[in-house]
Structures are given as C-alpha cells and as structure tokens.
T-cell receptor, first 109, second 111 residues
Framework: GQQLNQSPQSMFIQEGEDVSMNCTSS?????WLWYKQDPGEGPVLLIA?????ELTSNGRLTAQFGITRKDSFLNISASIPSDVGIYFC?????????FGQGTRLTINP | DTAVSQTPKYLVTQMGNDKSIKCEQN?????MYWYKQDSKKFLKIMFS???????INETVPNRFSPKSPDKAHLNLHINSLELGDSAVYFC??????????FGEGSWLTVV
C-alpha cells in the first residue's frame, strides 16, 4: 500500500535548538499536511501545503512542499518545552490521508 | 465545543466481547473516518464515509462494522474482540482543502 517514509524517527535536542524533519514518498501528492500529537490526545493539524514549492509558516514552524511533489519537510525554530510530542506528515490520496511513521521529539531543558 | 468528539475515551474489556465507540462531528463535514493507531504510533485508515455512504474499507476484518446514521455521526462496532484489537481508535472528519480533523481518541485494551 501507500507509504510515507518519515525521518528521523526520534530526536533528542536541547531547548532553543532548531529542528528539521522530512517525509518522502514514491507517490505524487497534491496535498501535504503536518500534524502534532501530544500524549493522550489526537493529532492536531499544524500546516497544510497545496502547491509544489510552497513554503508556509505557522509561528516558529515552517513547512515546504517539495518541487517533485514527493516530499515535504518541517522545521521548528528555537524549540521550547511544549514542542515535545510526535510529529506526523501526511499525504492526501483520494478519499484518505496516508501518514508517515512519526518523529518523536524530546527536548532537554 | 469539541469539533470531533468520541466516546468512550478509555475502554477495557475481555476477549470475545462486543463493544462500540461513538463519534460525532459538529463541523458540518460530509466525510468521516476511523483510523487505528498501533503501539508503534502508526496511524492507518480503517474506514471512510461520505454523507453516510461507505467509501473506503481498508481490508478491515468483518468483526469491525461502522455505522453512520447521519453525516455528523460515525460509530464503530467491534464484535468478538481479540487481543490484537488493542489500540487507539481515532475518529476524524474531513474539511476543505483535504484537511482532516481528529477526535481525542479511544484507548481500547482487550484482556
């Protein structure tokens, strides 16, 4: 089935550091989405991307839709403790979203 | 008000039992979903409904039967629960721009 490869699987960083994670696919997508999941909660939409090359920011978060339409990345600048969680990329197929395996972010104060 | 709400949040039950999880969305969306998250946090679609009609059944066992009485509700009934059904089940609804909004999840533990 369809699969997204998300990396890294986990990150351990110091507070204040910048973070970068990415997703690649063998399929072309028309929409890339990035979600964050806190413990005990459902995934929450962070950023949606609709055009190849699009660069979109949401506060300290910036995401880009790759030119080939087969990849996307998410950057978090100046990380803070509340950034801890699992970040998921998702690509839109007709009628459904397919998710990456997630990147677990841990921040040392 | 919670946009996508599902109940119960936690459910512990014995093998062989039948259980249901209810979901309601107040976003006015036509499309609703059930996703399953396993112990490794992988999210996989189970079902998709559009305006009460089944669109996607992603090779889910027949023991799982979704029911959509109207487009704001999509309930999940599970028969003859097995240990491997233990997971977190997320209801979601689809908005404009291919975005999907998730409920808070239902933690199912089969013992």
């Amino acid at each position: 089935g369809q699969q997204l490869n998300q990396s890294p699987q986990s990150m351990f960083i110091q507070e204040g550091e910048d973070v970068s994670m990415n997703c690649t696919s063998s399929s072309i997508f028309n929409t890339w989405l990035w979600y964050k999941q806190d413990p005990g909660e459902g995934p929450v939409l962070l950023i949606a991307l609709y055009k190849a090359g699009e660069l979109t920011s949401n506060g300290r978060l910036t995401a880009q839709f790759g030119i080939t339409r087969k990849d996307s990345f998410l950057n978090i600048s100046a990380s803070i403790p509340s950034d801890v969680g699992i970040y998921f990329c998702a690509g839109h197929f007709p009628q459904k979203l397919v998710f990456g395996q997630g990147t677990r972010l841990t921040i040392n104060p | 008000d919670t946009a996508v709400s599902q109940t119960p949040k936690y459910l512990v039950t014995q093998m062989g039992n039948d259980k249901s999880i209810k979901c309601e969305q107040n976003l006015g969306h036509d499309t609703m979903y059930w996703y399953k998250q396993d112990s490794k946090k992988f999210l996989k679609i189970m079902f998709s409904y559009n305006n009460k009609e089944l669109i996607i059944n992603e090779t889910v066992p027949n023991r799982f039967s979704p029911k959509s009485p109207d487009k704001a509700h999509l309930n999940l009934h599970i028969n003859s629960l097995e240990l491997g059904d233990s997971a977190v089940y997320f209801c979601a609804s689809g908005g404009s721009g291919n975005t999907i909004y998730f409920g808070e999840g239902s933690w199912l533990t089969v013992v």
